[in-house]
């Protein structure tokens, strides 16, 4: 299922461009637009789902791939050093987009550390 006016399920569906990175019949994986670090790429369900809120079993085969790609897409980005996988959620996770993404990050530097504790 797709949602006619979400980003990403515009670009599954071919009507918005992306730098693809992988595809197959259940995920795609693009670059950033804004990246923040030189290797900086998403990678999607092909199906829609708004967050990991209505994420349940029924994707498992899809969420799965993504967690088992990152590695192998990380390298041959570039990223060959280590890398972070970031799945923001809902509005205080700061998701932008309201369909289920992972950020894969990394380069040659640090990439500093993952969260300053709030005082």
């Known amino acids: 299922m797709s949602d006619a006016q979400c980003l990403f399920c515009r670009i599954v569906r071919g009507e918005i461009p992306a730098k693809k990175v992988y595809e ?41 791939k993504m967690l088992a790609l990152a590695g192998e897409l990380a390298s041959k980005e570039g990223a060959v050093d280590g890398f972070r996988t970031i799945v923001n959620t809902g509005r205080v996770g700061h998701q932008e987009v309201y369909h289920v993404h992972m950020h894969v990050i990394g380069g040659p530097n640090s990439l500093g550390p993952m969260i300053l504790k709030q005082k």
């Open 24 to 64: 197959d019949e259940d995920v795609l994986a693009f670059h950033d637009i804004r990246p923040v670090a030189p290797v900086h790429f998403l990678i999607i369900p092909k199906v829609h789902v708004p967050t990991l809120y209505e994420a349940d079993m029924t994707q498992h085969r899809a969420l799965g």
